[in-house]
């Protein structure tokens, strides 16, 4: 079946505008996570959904950054005020939502500020 | 805390040589431990795994064994060929857990013909 899929794969923006990135995880799948790649911080964790309950924010880098999930299933990650160091490489990844499952990522959104 | 710290890179094989990439782990509970791997200009595969101490995950001749004692989780590989050239990303999920993973810094392997 479909993988994970983001879009856009690339976005370039300048410094203060707001940017949306999208995520649509595998189907079925209740978990969501959204992860930051860097070349300084390495593979950070900054968001996690589960099904209906309240996401897990506490990866969260600073309050520019948001996220929301629809329905289950599409979800969007949004960065206001846009600064140069949030560009990244943004992954998203989906699991069937058991304990210790494997998580299957997506191709990522590769964001540059400039 | 949770953390995983694994070897540093680069690492440059010659063909057919033996890798070892080190990892170690520091986490609540029993964690499950994974081996992601990026190629070149593509996306984060899940390797292998293992959710339980003793247990090995192996996948494409690649090997690792969670080691509680020891608190590791060292992938590797008898004869590794240029096509493992790439990115090598040890990671867990603490124990109970169905959040996120922590990821080491990952290591860049390159195999020379």
């Known amino acids: 079946g479909a993988g994970v899929s983001q879009s856009p794969s690339n976005k370039v923006t300048e410094k203060g505008k707001d940017v949306e990135l999208r995520c649509d995880p595998i189907?079925?799948?209740?978990?969501l996570y959204w992860y930051r790649q860097s070349l300084g911080q390495g593979l950070e964790f900054l968001i996690y959904f589960q099904g209906n309950s309240a996401p897990d924010k506490s990866g969260l880098p600073s309050d520019r950054f948001s996220a929301e999930r629809t329905g289950g299933s599409v979800s969007t990650l949004t960065i206001q005020r846009t600064q140069q160091e949030d560009s990244a490489v943004y992954l998203c990844?989906?699991?069937?939502?058991?304990?210790?499952?494997?998580?299957?990522f997506g191709p990522g959104t590769r964001l540059l500020v400039l | 805390g949770n953390s995983v710290t694994q070897m540093e890179g680069p690492v440059t094989l010659s063909e057919e040589a033996f890798l070892t990439i080190n990892c170690t782990y520091t986490?609540?509970?029993?964690?499950?431990l994974f081996w992601y791997v990026q190629y070149p200009g593509e996306g984060l595969q899940l390797l292998l795994k293992?959710?339980?101490?003793?247990d090995k995950g192996s996948n494409k001749g690649f090997e690792a064994t969670y080691r509680k004692e020891t608190t590791s989780f060292h992938l590797e590989k008898g004869s590794v060929q240029v096509s493992d050239s790439a990115v090598y990303f040890c990671a867990l999920i603490p124990g109970g857990s169905q959040g996120n993973l922590i990821f080491g810094k990952g290591t860049k392997l390159s195999v020379k013909p």
């Open positions: 189907s079925g799948h209740t978990a």
């Open positions: 986490a609540t509970g029993y964690p499950s």
């Open positions: 293992a959710t339980k101490a003793d």
């Open positions: 990844a989906s699991s069937p939502g058991s304990v210790g499952e494997t998580q299957y």
